[in-house]
């Protein structure tokens, strides 16, 4: 593990001369071991396992060229008989500021190669340091993830002689970024307990399929409570992936630094500026003519829905977050004449798009992103209310339900709801808040209630439906008092009484949301906002 | 063999294929029906039906087979 120290010239030209060049060169001498990390036979192994080492992995995240690290020459040293340093180990932490896309970052690994990531090897105080200078300088953070990456080890009783009280060094610098500047973490390889906090304490979290593996403990501390399991069993993407842990599952490295460049690219560098206008790539008044026929007439059939959202932004500008998890909810970024917004819908493939209790979980993070970053929201509006039935109970559909109809009503950014179809329940009345005005446009499709009619006659007609003598006269007035209600569930009666503002042809909602984008940029407010973010 | 399965918890209201059927990507293999809505399950690949494991009113949840391509 330790570094053998390279040969050095005793006989340098500056020591002799006036200059401080003798020290230079062992900083340069220093610095060249530090970039030997945990030596050749560890970073081969690093590689082997189809793993990118810490530094490696910087600069491909980072523009060309772009990293100026801090903390290189920390580590342990040891020092000969002569006060000559002998061998180094640096810190398993790389650090420093860095561009992406030409802006400032600040970026963190963890060095695997040096003892696994894990704690007894680490300079804890530059991990601090990296965090702190991100809030501070408000600037984008990144964390490169790949072990436990601090949290301690039951070696270190040996050597220490005394046990303590679990601290989590410069956490509240962690927590105040995510109200202050954008966090991208990812997921590189294994990573345990305090390793997978600082993946989830994030605006954007994302794991490798296969190479990273995420738990609370591994296997050979579960394995003292439960059944042994793998790590890939315990903790893969295929488990992360789906329950939120993370927001994204990518198969490279090199993707999650694509990724990460694109997250990062809707975003201001901090709180304290606003999003900022992209180029304007493609026509505001673009008019899609399928748009007419693009939500089925027959109302039980479903459609796809990211068609309908990449028609309507500017192209190829859909950045979707979290596809794999609280699917029934779709959540993203994209640009609108150049403005960066976030999008938010349903997914009708997905138990209709109803939202459960773990899309709620979902909308609620994804509204407060936007309102952190003061990105303006589009809603295509799909609801057919929060998840009903059992599981949805079981689940808890209603809590994490409302928690969404909250996230929806603090946040103070330019809303503009487009009602494409359904608008049932709490959870279709919670598509905008009640308390401001928002554009609201609809679709001829929309259908709208508390309850659909399909479902609700049966609850309401329950008395005279009981007094029937046989089914088949329940049924026949079932049909009748359904023919009755769907006559007036045409869309055109709620406008005449102002219920819904506008009817629009669906072609024209491009040139109507790109209208949106451009006269709420100047409605947005740089600064903090009220309610921090929560992970 | 591809595994088929459910994306969600519903109710099996048609199968459309049967087991030695010939299918392409993209095909419906069965319809759902959840909140109201007619939710089909679609072949992820070209193949052969080996198995169909769901008939209609069944119950399933998210994750159940549908049904098994060779």
């Given at each position: 593990?330790?570094?053998?120290?390279?040969?050095?010239?005793?006989?340098?030209?500056?020591?002799?001369?006036?200059?401080?060049?003798?020290?230079?060169?062992?900083?340069?001498?220093?610095?060249?071991?530090?970039?030997?990390?945990?030596?050749?036979?560890?970073?081969?192994?690093?590689?082997?396992?189809?793993?990118?080492?810490?530094?490696?992995?910087?600069?491909?995240?980072?523009?060309?060229?772009?990293?100026?690290?801090?903390?290189?020459?920390?580590?342990?040293?040891?020092?000969?008989?002569?006060?000559?340093?002998?061998?180094?180990?640096?810190?398993?932490?790389?650090?420093?500021?860095?561009?992406?896309?030409?802006?400032?970052?600040?970026?963190?690994?963890?060095?695997?190669?040096?003892?696994?990531?894990?704690?007894?090897?680490?300079?804890?105080?530059?991990?601090?340091?990296?965090?702190?200078?991100?809030?501070?300088?408000?600037?984008?953070?990144?964390?490169?993830?790949?072990?436990?990456?601090?949290?301690?080890?039951?070696?270190?009783?040996?050597?220490?002689?005394?046990?303590?009280?679990?601290?989590?060094?410069?956490?509240?610098?962690?927590?105040?970024?995510?109200?202050?500047?954008?966090?991208?973490?990812?997921?590189?390889?294994?990573?345990?307990?305090?390793?997978?906090?600082?993946?989830?304490?994030?605006?954007?979290?994302?794991?490798?399929?296969?190479?990273?593996?995420?738990?609370?403990?591994?296997?050979?501390?579960?394995?003292?409570?439960?059944?042994?399991?793998?790590?890939?069993?315990?903790?893969?993407?295929?488990?992360?992936?789906?329950?939120?842990?993370?927001?994204?599952?990518?198969?490279?490295?090199?993707?999650?630094?694509?990724?990460?460049?694109?997250?990062?690219?809707?975003?201001?560098?901090?709180?304290?500026?606003?999003?900022?206008?992209?180029?304007?790539?493609?026509?505001?008044?673009?008019?899609?003519?399928?748009?007419?026929?693009?939500?089925p007439?027959?109302?039980r059939q479903v459609y796809r829905i990211r068609p309908i959202?990449?028609?309507?932004?500017?192209?190829?500008?859909?950045?979707?977050?979290?596809a794999?998890?609280?699917r029934a909810a779709v959540?993203?970024?994209?640009?609108?004449?150049?403005?960066?917004?976030?999008?938010?819908s349903s997914d009708p493939y997905q138990a209709g798009g109803s939202?459960t209790?773990?899309a709620?979980?979902?909308?609620?993070?994804?509204?407060?992103?936007?309102?952190?970053?003061?990105?303006?929201?589009?809603?295509?509006?799909d609801?057919p209310?929060?998840?009903?039935?059992?599981?949805?109970?079981?689940?808890?559909?209603?809590?994490?339900?409302?928690?969404?109809?909250?996230?929806?009503?603090?946040?103070?950014?330019?809303?503009?709801?487009?009602?494409?179809?359904?608008?049932?329940?709490?959870?279709?009345?919670?598509?905008?808040?009640?308390?401001?005005?928002?554009?609201?446009?609809?679709?001829?499709?929309?259908?709208?209630?508390?309850?659909?009619?399909?479902?609700?006659?049966?609850?309401?007609?329950?008395?005279?439906?009981?007094?029937?003598?046989?089914?088949?006269?329940?049924?026949?007035?079932?049909?009748?008092?359904?023919?009755?209600?769907?006559?007036?569930?045409?869309?055109?009666?709620?406008?005449?009484?102002?219920?819904?503002?506008?009817?629009?042809?669906?072609?024209?909602?491009?040139?109507?949301?790109?209208?949106?984008?451009?006269?709420?940029?100047?409605?947005?407010?740089?600064?903090?906002?009220?309610?921090?973010?929560?992970? | 063999?591809?595994?088929?399965?459910s994306e969600i918890?519903a109710?099996?209201?048609?199968?459309?294929?049967?087991?030695?059927?010939?299918?392409?990507?993209?095909?419906t293999?069965?319809i759902l029906e959840s909140m109201?809505m007619e939710i089909p399950v679609e072949?992820?690949?070209?193949?052969?039906?080996?198995?169909?494991?769901?008939?209609?009113?069944?119950?399933?949840?998210e994750?159940?087979?549908?049904?098994?391509?060779?």
């Amino acid at each position: 593990m330790l570094q053998p120290v390279p040969e050095t010239t005793s006989t340098d030209p500056g020591a002799n001369d006036g200059t401080w060049q003798p020290e230079i060169a062992e900083l340069h001498r220093r610095e060249a071991m530090a970039h030997q990390m945990g030596g050749p036979d560890k970073i081969d192994r690093q590689h082997q396992g189809g793993k990118l080492t810490v530094r490696e992995r910087i600069d491909a995240l980072l523009d060309d060229g772009s990293f100026h690290e801090i903390g290189a020459l920390a580590g342990r040293a040891a020092y000969g008989e002569d006060g000559g340093l002998d061998t180094f180990m640096p810190a398993n932490f790389v650090m420093g500021r860095g561009r992406i896309d030409t802006r400032p970052v600040v970026v963190g690994g963890d060095d695997f190669t040096v003892r696994g990531g894990a704690a007894d090897a680490a300079v804890w105080q530059k991990q601090v340091y990296a965090e702190q200078m991100a809030l501070e300088l408000r600037l984008p953070l990144v964390r490169l993830v790949d072990g436990t990456g601090g949290g301690g080890s039951v070696k270190s009783l040996d050597t220490d002689r005394r046990t303590y009280v679990p601290p989590l060094m410069g956490w509240h610098y962690a927590v105040d970024s995510l109200a202050t500047v954008p966090v991208v973490a990812l997921a590189l390889g294994s990573v345990a307990g305090l390793g997978a906090a600082r993946v989830v304490n994030s605006h954007y979290a994302l794991m490798v399929r296969d190479r990273a593996q995420i738990f609370v403990a591994g296997p050979p501390v579960v394995a003292r409570v439960e059944a042994e399991i793998t790590k890939e069993d315990l903790g893969g993407a295929h488990i992360h992936g789906r329950n939120g842990v993370v927001d994204d599952v990518v198969e490279t490295e090199l993707e999650a630094f694509a990724r990460t460049r694109r997250f990062l690219s809707y975003l201001p560098s901090s709180v304290y500026e606003l999003p900022a206008r992209g180029d304007q790539t493609d026509d505001p008044e673009r008019r899609d003519a399928w748009l007419i026929r693009a939500i089925p007439r027959n109302q039980r059939q479903v459609y796809r829905i990211r068609p309908i959202i990449e028609s309507l932004v500017d192209e190829t500008t859909f950045l979707e977050i979290g596809a794999g998890w609280g699917r029934a909810a779709v959540t993203g970024f994209a640009r609108l004449d150049g403005w960066p917004v976030g999008v938010l819908s349903s997914d009708p493939y997905q138990a209709g798009g109803s939202w459960t209790a773990d899309a709620s979980d979902k909308v609620a993070r994804f509204v407060d992103l936007c309102t952190t970053f003061h990105l303006p929201v589009v809603h295509l509006v799909d609801q057919p209310g929060f998840m009903v039935g059992l599981a949805g109970e079981e689940a808890g559909t209603i809590r994490n339900g409302v928690r969404a109809v909250a996230a929806i009503h603090q946040t103070q950014v330019p809303w503009c709801s487009v009602l494409i179809r359904k608008v049932f329940g709490v959870g279709g009345a919670g598509h905008q808040s009640s308390s401001r005005l928002s554009y609201r446009y609809a679709w001829p499709s929309g259908r709208w209630g508390s309850l659909p009619v399909q479902g609700g006659i049966e609850a309401a007609f329950r008395a005279e439906l009981d007094g029937l003598a046989d089914d088949e006269a329940r049924q026949a007035r079932i049909a009748e008092i359904t023919a009755r209600m769907e006559a007036v569930a045409s869309p055109f009666r709620t406008a005449e009484a102002f219920l819904v503002e506008e009817i629009i042809d669906p072609r024209d909602t491009r040139p109507l949301l790109c209208e949106f984008a451009n006269l709420a940029a100047p409605l947005r407010h740089a600064g903090p906002t009220v309610h921090g973010y929560r992970p | 063999m591809t595994e088929v399965r459910s994306e969600i918890a519903a109710s099996v209201w048609k199968v459309m294929v049967e087991a030695g059927q010939t299918v392409e990507a993209g095909a419906t293999l069965a319809i759902l029906e959840s909140m109201k809505m007619e939710i089909p399950v679609e072949s992820p690949r070209a193949g052969t039906v080996t198995e169909v494991r769901v008939a209609p009113e069944d119950r399933v949840a998210e994750g159940d087979i549908i049904a098994i391509l060779d």
